[in-house]
């Protein structure tokens, strides 16, 4: 298998509530919620780099098209690692997501491997870490 990954989805409890935490708040870009025409079609899609979009779709309607049965949500999972270029970026992302209302629940800190990281909890409880990784080199 190539690595062709673009879109990451997230199921969500609330569409409206996860399109205001990660477009008010976080800022992420969006044309908000499209296909609301078509039964369990109600998606919104955030522009995160080039190639990857972040999808927020209602749990339901992701269970229902991966005929899957719905279940309880568990934030340990995944995590989503957002990378960035300085321990100030890390605790800026964090302060943004806080005042946005996500959940700090590992607040930044200096990390065992010589990074810096924190992570925090979306309205649906998702896990996000933000990082900051002194081997790694971002690509813009």
């Known amino acids: 298998m190539k690595p062709r990954i673009t879109v990451l989805t997230l199921g969500v409890d609330d569409l409206?509530?996860?399109?205001?935490?990660?477009?008010?708040?976080?800022?992420?870009?969006?044309e908000g919620i499209i296909g609301q025409e078509f039964e369990h079609g109600a998606v919104a899609f955030f522009e995160l780099q080039a190639g990857l979009k972040l999808a927020i779709w209602n749990r339901k309607d992701l269970a229902h098209d991966a005929q899957l049965p719905l279940t309880a949500s568990s934030p340990t999972e995944c995590s989503i690692g957002h990378n960035v270029e300085t321990k100030e970026e890390v605790d800026q992302v964090m302060e943004q997501a806080k005042n946005a209302g996500a959940v700090i629940t590992v607040p930044p800190h200096d990390t065992f491997w010589g990074g810096y990281a924190g992570y925090f909890q979306d309205p649906d409880g998702h896990l996000w870490e933000v990082v900051w990784n002194p081997q790694w080199a971002l690509q813009e």
């Not at 409206?16 to 969006?30: A, K, V």
């Open 16 to 30: 409206e509530r996860s399109l205001l935490f990660y477009r008010d708040g976080l800022g992420l870009p969006t």
